[in-house]
C-alpha cells in the first residue's frame, strides 16, 4: 500500500478523500469522532507545505443537493478541530467554479468541497466525474476507510487519475484489521452480535475456521435457537437462515457459543414487563431484548485468557438502558484483557455500544468503517484499498 512516506506533497495542492458522514440534527453536528480521526492526516500535510482541498459524502441524497445533506455544518466543526480556517465550497464538487476556488489555495490553505454525492455520477463510479475530481489537486490522498469499500468516483476513480496515497487512518485501520487475520494470537475469540445472521453471514463463515471461540448475541441468536427447535417467542430471527444455522452448528458446535438465557420483554419498548427466561423457552407473546445473567457470565469466562479479540455488534437492544446490561458487560469484560490482548471493536453499533459502556479508552482499536471492516473480514478485497497499491 501506498503511503504518505511514499508521496510527494509539499507545496502542492491535495486532494483528500475523507469521511465526515457524521450525524447532523438541526444544523448541529452530534458526533465528531469522523472529524478528529482524520486531523493526524491533515496535520502531517500540512506540516508537510500542502495546501488541501477535502472531500466527503454525507448521507443519501437521491436527486442532487439537498439541504439536509449539506456538509456546511461539518466546516465548523473542522475548523475547531484543526485550528486553523476552513474555506467551505457550495458548489457542486466536479464544477468549474469549485476548480477556480482551489486553484486559489496557499499552501497550509483547507477548503472542504460540498457533499460528492450532491454529483449524479458520483456512486457510478463515472469517468468523466472522476477526471473532472482529479483536476482538484495535484496529489490525492484516500483516507476515508469507511468509503473504501466502495467503487465510486471519489475514491477509487480519482485514484487512477493522481500520484495517491492512503492516509494514516486508512493505513492504521487496513493494518489493524489484517491482525486479526495475520497468525492472530490466541486463544481468539470472536463476538457477533447484531439482529440478522444474513448480515454478517459472511463474516461468520471467514473466521469460524480461524477462531477458538465465536460468542453469538442479539437478535441473530434467535435463528440459531430456532434452528435447534428451540422456543423463542416473538423474537426477531430469519426463517430462510435456519438451515444455514443447523449447518454451522453441526460443523463448528464446539467453537459456537449461543445465550442459555435471554431477558425476555412483553414488548418492544424501553419500559416494557420483563423476565429471565431460558434462551431455548421464550413464552409467546415474549421477545428476548437482552442476554441473561448466565449468559453474561458464560461468555465473560469464554473471554476470560483471550490474546484476540473481534467484537462486532451489540448483545440487546443497549439503546434501551433496560436492555444494555449485556452489553457493557462484555464490553467491561473485553476492556478488563488489558494491553496483553489485542482487542478491536468492529464499528457500527459496535462504536457506539463501547463508547456508551464508558470502555472506549481500554481497547486496542476502535474501526471507523461498518461496512468496510466487515467486508476486509469477509475476505473481500476492498476497492479503495487496491486502488492504493
Request: cysteine-free.
Given at each position: 500500500m501506498q503511503t504518505l512516506d511514499q508521496l510527494e506533497f509539499q507545496n502542492k495542492r491535495v486532494l483528500v478523500r475523507v469521511d465526515y458522514n457524521v450525524p447532523v440534527q438541526g444544523g448541529v453536528v452530534q458526533d465528531d469522532t469522523r472529524v478528529t480521526a482524520s486531523l493526524p492526516t491533515l496535520?502531517?500535510?500540512?506540516?508537510?507545505?500542502?495546501?488541501?482541498?477535502?472531500?466527503?459524502?454525507?448521507?443519501?441524497?437521491k436527486?442532487?443537493?439537498?439541504?439536509?445533506?449539506s456538509l456546511r455544518p461539518v466546516a465548523a466543526?473542522?475548523?475547531?478541530?484543526?485550528?486553523?480556517?476552513?474555506?467551505?465550497?457550495?458548489?457542486l464538487p466536479g464544477?468549474?467554479?469549485?476548480?477556480?476556488?482551489?486553484?486559489?489555495?496557499?499552501?497550509?490553505?483547507?477548503?472542504?468541497?460540498?457533499?460528492?454525492?450532491?454529483?449524479?455520477?458520483?456512486?457510478?463510479?463515472?469517468?468523466e466525474l472522476a477526471a473532472r475530481f482529479a483536476r482538484l489537486g495535484e496529489a490525492f490522498v484516500l483516507d476515508a476507510f469507511g468509503s473504501a469499500h466502495r467503487a465510486h468516483a471519489s475514491v477509487s476513480g480519482v485514484a487512477a487519475r493522481l500520484p495517491h496515497a492512503a492516509g494514516l487512518l486508512l493505513q492504521r485501520e487496513f493494518e489493524a484489521l489484517s491482525r486479526l487475520f495475520e497468525h492472530p494470537e490466541r486463544p481468539y475469540v470472536v463476538i457477533i452480535g447484531g439482529a440478522k445472521v444474513s448480515d454478517k453471514i459472511k463474516v461468520i463463515e471467514n473466521l469460524l475456521p480461524r477462531v477458538d471461540r465465536m460468542l453469538i448475541g442479539g437478535g441473530m441468536a434467535y435463528t440459531f435457537i430456532k434452528s435447534q427447535g428451540g422456543q423463542i417467542g416473538d423474537s426477531i430471527h430469519e426463517d430462510d437462515q435456519l438451515e444455514l444455522a443447523r449447518r454451522l452448528l453441526a460443523e463448528y458446535g464446539d467453537r459456537l457459543l449461543l445465550p442459555v438465557d435471554v431477558i425476555a420483554a412483553d414488548r418492544f419498548a424501553e419500559d416494557a414487563q420483563t423476565q429471565v427466561v431460558p434462551a431455548d423457552e421464550i413464552p409467546d407473546g415474549w421477545q428476548g431484548l437482552d442476554a441473561g445473567p448466565q449468559t453474561v457470565q458464560a461468555y465473560t469466562?469464554?473471554?476470560?485468557?483471550?490474546?484476540?479479540?473481534?467484537?462486532?455488534?451489540?448483545?440487546?437492544?443497549?439503546e434501551f438502558p433496560a436492555f444494555a446490561g449485556g452489553?457493557?458487560?462484555?464490553?467491561?469484560?473485553?476492556?478488563?484483557?488489558?494491553?496483553?490482548?489485542y482487542t478491536v471493536i468492529g464499528g457500527g453499533d459496535s462504536v457506539?455500544?463501547?463508547?456508551?459502556?464508558?470502555?472506549?479508552?481500554?481497547?486496542?482499536?476502535?474501526?471507523?468503517?461498518?461496512?468496510?471492516?466487515?467486508?476486509?473480514?469477509?475476505?473481500?478485497?476492498?476497492?479503495?484499498?487496491?486502488?492504493?497499491?
Amino acid at each position: 500500500m501506498q503511503t504518505l512516506d511514499q508521496l510527494e506533497f509539499q507545496n502542492k495542492r491535495v486532494l483528500v478523500r475523507v469521511d465526515y458522514n457524521v450525524p447532523v440534527q438541526g444544523g448541529v453536528v452530534q458526533d465528531d469522532t469522523r472529524v478528529t480521526a482524520s486531523l493526524p492526516t491533515l496535520r502531517r500535510l500540512l506540516d508537510g507545505g500542502a495546501s488541501l482541498v477535502l472531500m466527503s459524502h454525507f448521507g443519501r441524497p437521491k436527486s442532487g443537493p439537498e439541504e439536509k445533506y449539506s456538509l456546511r455544518p461539518v466546516a465548523a466543526v473542522l475548523e475547531g478541530a484543526l485550528g486553523r480556517s476552513v474555506r467551505f465550497i457550495p458548489s457542486l464538487p466536479g464544477s468549474d467554479e469549485t476548480l477556480a476556488a482551489v486553484q486559489a489555495l496557499e499552501p497550509g490553505e483547507v477548503a472542504l468541497l460540498e457533499n460528492v454525492r450532491f454529483e449524479p455520477g458520483e456512486e457510478k463510479n463515472d469517468p468523466e466525474l472522476a477526471a473532472r475530481f482529479a483536476r482538484l489537486g495535484e496529489a490525492f490522498v484516500l483516507d476515508a476507510f469507511g468509503s473504501a469499500h466502495r467503487a465510486h468516483a471519489s475514491v477509487s476513480g480519482v485514484a487512477a487519475r493522481l500520484p495517491h496515497a492512503a492516509g494514516l487512518l486508512l493505513q492504521r485501520e487496513f493494518e489493524a484489521l489484517s491482525r486479526l487475520f495475520e497468525h492472530p494470537e490466541r486463544p481468539y475469540v470472536v463476538i457477533i452480535g447484531g439482529a440478522k445472521v444474513s448480515d454478517k453471514i459472511k463474516v461468520i463463515e471467514n473466521l469460524l475456521p480461524r477462531v477458538d471461540r465465536m460468542l453469538i448475541g442479539g437478535g441473530m441468536a434467535y435463528t440459531f435457537i430456532k434452528s435447534q427447535g428451540g422456543q423463542i417467542g416473538d423474537s426477531i430471527h430469519e426463517d430462510d437462515q435456519l438451515e444455514l444455522a443447523r449447518r454451522l452448528l453441526a460443523e463448528y458446535g464446539d467453537r459456537l457459543l449461543l445465550p442459555v438465557d435471554v431477558i425476555a420483554a412483553d414488548r418492544f419498548a424501553e419500559d416494557a414487563q420483563t423476565q429471565v427466561v431460558p434462551a431455548d423457552e421464550i413464552p409467546d407473546g415474549w421477545q428476548g431484548l437482552d442476554a441473561g445473567p448466565q449468559t453474561v457470565q458464560a461468555y465473560t469466562e469464554a473471554l476470560r485468557g483471550a490474546r484476540t479479540v473481534f467484537w462486532n455488534g451489540p448483545l440487546g437492544v443497549f439503546e434501551f438502558p433496560a436492555f444494555a446490561g449485556g452489553t457493557n458487560a462484555i464490553a467491561r469484560a473485553v476492556a478488563e484483557l488489558g494491553e496483553e490482548a489485542y482487542t478491536v471493536i468492529g464499528g457500527g453499533d459496535s462504536v457506539s455500544a463501547i463508547h456508551q459502556s464508558g470502555q472506549a479508552e481500554r481497547v486496542s482499536h476502535i474501526s471507523t468503517g461498518g461496512g468496510a471492516s466487515l467486508e476486509l473480514l469477509e475476505g473481500r478485497e476492498l476497492p479503495g484499498v487496491e486502488a492504493m497499491r
